[in-house]
């Protein structure tokens, strides 16, 4: 298990930005970012390789978001969010390894007027 710490949410104004962060020890191992609105399940939204060189991301934030790696330490990764809509307010979460892997403990965004 690796330990994951999330940072940068908050509230922002619909067609805002925001950049969040997630630290930890996370060497070559591929990532991602999930999120989960008040009373919906827990959604992947993006993932980066383990050398930053591949990166995937859903339909619902695919030329709106990117996710990017410190490849230079070895210890983060990032969610540049920009054009942010409501919909994309709730928990983001940062991840190791899928459903059983590691977790941080999240960082809420929050889009309104």
């Known amino acids: 298990q690796v330990q994951l710490v999330e940072s940068g949410g908050g509230l922002v104004q619909p067609w805002g930005s925001l950049r969040l962060s997630c630290v930890g020890q996370i060497g070559t191992l591929a990532m991602n970012w999930f999120r989960q609105a008040p009373d919906k399940e827990r959604e992947w939204i993006a993932g980066?390789?383990?050398?930053?060189?591949?990166?995937?991301y859903a339909e619902s934030v695919k030329g709106r978001f990117n996710i990017s790696k410190d490849n230079d330490n070895n210890s983060a990764i990032y969610l540049q969010m920009n054009d942010l809509q409501p919909e994309d307010s709730g928990m983001y979460y940062c991840?190791?390894?899928?459903?059983?892997?590691?977790w941080g403990q999240g960082t809420q965004v929050t889009v309104s007027s």
């Open positions: 991840n190791q390894g899928g459903t059983y892997g590691s």
């Open positions: 980066i390789g383990s050398f930053g060189q591949i990166t995937n």
